[in-house]
């Protein structure tokens, strides 16, 4: 029985990119609908769980995305409502890739550090989709977790994001100037850059001097690069005491988790793939590649 993978876009034209990563992750047919609303989640849904028996429907899986996270939580809460048992298949939410992308950083943080508890990580630019995941991930960890913002408001509304959808407390700080960036790096351990592609946010100067960072990961790979002097390939290079880990340093991982967890949607019909599920099978990767 052919594997067929429902993909549901918010954007107007689904992402190429992800019927690809699907198609090499072991799906025969994607099915894919771009501008999706709430209000077509329902019959969408409805149409693959009754074309198939219960007892078949793990050949059938729900891949959510597009460029809009918020619009792809609503989705992703839409499809799961229009589930009941047995009728149901396995869901994944990673609107533009903001979870795999996060997860991928967060797990590399977590292999090179080990244990994060009571370390200070400063999250540059934590309001978008990928810095707040990454920030849940890593308070729940038991890192000290920070987000900066360049207005006030919007850093208080992801703090309180980020606290009610992980259940974690993290701080937010206002960065509109780069004199600024001493005083939020003083004790971190860890500075992870999701900024803006082509906008540099830390000098090579500025970090460097940071006397207690140990990493420092950018996850821009358009020039100016985000954290000048780390390279898009770094993956765990050693620059002036830190190890450093640029864009292809951690996509290169983030593709595989992302084949990876499409691959395992195939596997039963009732998995739902968010931020915490991803990062699961991001760290089975991490020790079957160790074992």
């Avoid at 019927?19 to 047919?29: C, E, H, L, R, S």
């Avoid at 996060?102 to 999250?123: F, P, Q, S």
């Avoid at 780390?230 to 450093?244: H, Q, S």
Wanted: charged share 20%.
């Amino acid at each position: 029985m052919r594997k067929l993978l429902l993909q549901l876009d918010s954007s107007r034209l689904p992402s190429v990119f992800d019927q690809i990563v699907a198609y090499d992750a072991g799906a025969d047919i994607v099915m894919s609908y771009g501008g999706i609303t709430e209000g077509d989640v329902r019959d969408l849904i409805h149409g693959c769980i009754f074309t198939r028996g219960p007892k078949d429907l793990h050949n059938t899986a729900v891949w959510i995305g597009g460029n809009n996270m918020s619009a792809g939580e609503q989705l992703l809460a839409m499809a799961q409502d229009a589930l009941f048992e047995p009728f149901s298949v396995s869901l994944m939410l990673d609107s533009n890739g903001s979870n795999t992308t996060a997860v991928a950083a967060v797990v590399k943080i977590e292999e090179t550090l080990g244990d994060l508890d009571g370390k200070k990580v400063v999250i540059l630019a934590g309001t978008g989709p990928v810095g707040q995941r990454a920030a849940g991930l890593l308070a729940h960890d038991g890192a000290r977790v920070t987000i900066t913002s360049r207005k006030p408001e919007q850093g208080e509304k992801a703090r309180q994001f980020i606290s009610a959808r992980f259940n974690v407390q993290v701080e937010a700080f206002t960065l509109n100037d780069p004199s600024q960036l001493p005083a939020v790096l003083d004790g971190a351990d860890v500075l992870l850059n999701s900024g803006p592609a082509g906008v540099q946010m830390v000098p090579q100067a500025v970090w460097k001097a940071a006397k207690s960072l140990k990493i420092a990961v950018d996850l821009n790979a358009v020039p100016p690069l985000g954290i000048e002097g780390v390279d898009v390939n770094d993956a765990g290079e050693k620059r002036n005491g830190i190890l450093v880990f640029g864009a292809f340093g951690v996509g290169n991982f983030k593709t595989k988790l992302h084949k990876a967890c499409v691959a395992r949607l195939f596997t039963r019909n009732d998995l739902v793939l968010d931020a915490e599920a991803i990062a699961d099978i991001a760290r089975e990767l991490v020790k079957k590649k160790k074992s």
